[in-house]
């Protein structure tokens, strides 16, 4: 089984410094749905790994997040593409968890309910704490320039991915930079220069 673990708000869609509360907030990013659809073809299975501290500060309730991602899903079918599931954290920062990332439970729950070694596994994010939580869950960490890392130049972004423990960071422009780099590297492996996506890593 390939897997993939995601980050949402600023990885798959706009991030908002006053946190996304609606379906109406929700706005992908260029290219993202299109990305996770690729992937999907080429048969990788996607999963949200997300804080969502909104719910524990009282920002909105689980319906409105349930209705958000409902929104995601369905702007996702229509491209062919889908979310295989979503892991959220619902504390706020005050509370003692083991699942907000920078820690690493979401991943590691991740990994006991797909049963999957995640050594093997791209953890997708915008943020250090993203790439924290998923080196420390044993993933191997990218890092897309869009959302927190948008913002940041060449000598921040080193400085980041210095912090980060464990197997080298990788940086993509965007979801949809990193989709073209997995299957490029999985077409190498298979040692074919097609341009079809269909069938990689299907079984595997």
């Known amino acids: 089984m390939k897997l993939i673990i995601l980050d949402r708000d600023g990885t798959l869609n706009e991030d908002r410094d006053d946190f996304v509360k609606s379906p ?16 999907n073809r080429a048969g990788w299975h996607t999963v949200l790994a997300t804080n969502q501290s909104g719910l524990g500060r009282g920002l909105f309730d689980m319906s409105t997040l349930n209705a958000i991602h409902l929104k995601m899903n369905q702007a996702l079918a229509k491209l062919g593409g889908r979310i295989d599931a979503v892991f959220f954290c619902p504390h706020a920062p005050t509370e003692t968890c083991t699942c907000r990332k920078p820690l690493p ?27 924290q939580a998923g080196a420390a ?9 869009t959302g927190k890392a948008g913002a940041m130049d060449a000598a921040e972004i080193e400085r980041l991915c210095a912090q980060v423990p464990g197997a080298p960071v990788q940086v993509h422009a965007d979801l949809a930079a990193f989709a073209a780099h997995l299957i490029d590297r999985q077409r190498k492996e298979h040692g074919d220069s097609g341009e079809s996506d269909s069938g990689y890593g299907v079984g595997n």
């Open 24 to 39: 109406e907030e929700w706005v992908p990013l260029p290219g993202a749905l299109e990305a996770i659809a690729r992937l």
């Open 105 to 131: 439970g979401m991943f590691e729950l991740i990994g006991e309910r797909y049963g999957v070694e995640l050594k093997d596994v791209p953890a997708v994010g915008d943020t250090l704490r993203d790439l």
């Open 137 to 145: 869950a044993g993933c191997q960490p990218h890092l897309v320039r």
